[in-house]
Nanobody, 121 residues
Framework: QVQLVESGGGLVQAGGSLRLSCAAS????????MGWYRQAPGKQRELVAA???????NYEDSVKGRFTISRDNAKNTVYLQMNSLKPEDTAVYYC???????????????WGQGTQVTVSS
């Protein structure tokens, strides 16, 4: 059984920093894409940043230059370093593991439980 466990959310003042972590545990053989999404109240869930196993990254325009995604493939862990945070970054942040293959040969996507990030002005 595979689980994604997130940590690192919290309350921070505008201009501050937070680092999110997400570890995939269980019967994980490989993960194609690991990324972070966020959902603010009344809004749709949106991609924040993603990284494929080869290292290519993709960022939502509003976070470019402020957020950095990284992966530790050996630990099946993805990180999101968030700097220069703004009130509009306030949302629940969800970790996603896309194309996760387990040892039984199944491939599917998994989601974390979400972690709240609140940026005060």
């Amino acid at each position: 059984q595979v689980q994604l466990v997130e940590s690192g959310g919290g309350l921070v003042q505008a201009g501050g920093s937070l680092r999110l972590s997400c570890a995939a545990s269980g019967s994980v053989l490989s993960i194609n894409v690991m990324g972070w999404y966020r959902q603010a109240p009344g809004k749709q869930r949106e991609l924040v940043a993603a990284m494929i196993s080869g290292g290519l990254t993709n960022y939502e325009d509003s976070v470019k230059g402020r957020f950095t995604i990284s992966r530790d493939n050996a630990k099946n862990t993805v990180y999101l370093q968030m700097n220069s945070l703004k009130p509009e970054d306030t949302a629940v942040y969800y970790c996603n593991a896309g194309g996760l293959r387990d040892y039984s040969g199944r491939t599917r996507d998994y989601w974390g439980q979400g972690t709240q990030v609140t940026v005060s002005s």
